[in-house]
């Protein structure tokens, strides 16, 4: 049979594997939450040229925040991807798009942003297709 300190040692040694494996996973789904926050940045970059080539400006139109609140991610779902849930809702990010005004009423510039209130993570994409990671959101 096996003695109490062979079964404590075997314990001891499946517990410092769980534990290892757990802080493995856990970044790699940070990992791939950031991966999918980059991502929906770019595909609002992508649906901004289109809604430009149909209406001539940028949304949210003429100029401003898409929404009252800090996650416009069911607007943007709503008013660029034509109702198709493109942004996941369920993600730890927040997406919002600010825009400017110019002169007939429709933006001449906007930005997309994807943070994370959590990890603080933040992806901020412009009109000119520019992915930087600033400190917040504007």
Known sequence: GFTLIELLITIAIAGILAASGTVGYQNYLNGVENFDA??????????QLDYR???GGYWPTPGGVACGVDDCT????T???????????DSPFDFTVTSAPMG????????ACAHNSV????????QNNQLTEPAGCP
């Open 119 to 126: 990890s603080g993570q933040v992806y901020l994409i412009n």
């Open 53 to 55: 080539a149909d209406s």
């Open 74 to 77: 069911s607007e943007i779902n």
């Open 104 to 111: 007939n009423g429709f933006p001449s510039s906007y930005t």
């Open 79 to 89: 008013n660029l991807f034509n109702g198709v849930d493109t942004l996941r809702s």
């Open 38 to 47: 980059e991502n929906g940045v770019r595909a609002i970059y992508l649906a």
